[in-house]
């Protein structure tokens, strides 16, 4: 029943989410799963170790293919190379069951997920003035 809820609530908050802020959940989800996974690399897990780094992986790939190369620009090629990065280091993480591949990955993510944290804050602002 709890499950249910969460996964309810979730699907509420993507289907009332502007684009930048749905990027923001993407980053979250994908930062949570990479720590999940190093967690079930320390103790171990192989299973939870596959199941978190697969949806890490999957999240970035998500990422990497609503990229806009057209308006994007250069911005959009530095993003596909970050991804590009990032999903080559959880590959071998998940292969060579070595964390240390995670940790340039969740650094990475953890200041991309900032940056678009300010971008939905600023978004967000000018609404906020209006009422």
């Known amino acids: 029943m709890v499950v249910q809820g969460a996964n309810r609530y979730r699907q509420t908050q993507v289907m009332t989410s502007s684009r930048v802020q749905i990027v923001v959940l993407l980053y979250d989800a994908a930062v949570q799963s990479i720590e999940l996974g190093r967690r079930a690399i320390e103790t171990n897990a192989a299973a939870d170790k596959g199941r978190f780094l697969g949806r890490a992986i999957s999240i970035i790939g998500e990422l990497d293919s609503a990229l806009d190369y057209e308006q994007g620009g250069e911005i959009a090629r530095s993003l596909h190379r970050l991804y590009e990065y990032a999903l080559a280091e959880l590959v ?4 060579r069951n070595d964390a240390r591949n995670l940790e340039g990955v969740l650094r990475c993510l953890n200041v991309l997920r900032e940056a678009w944290r300010e ?6 602002a000018p609404l906020a003035m209006a009422r």
């Open 119 to 124: 971008v939905a804050a600023q978004q967000h």
């Open 92 to 95: 071998g993480a998940n292969a």
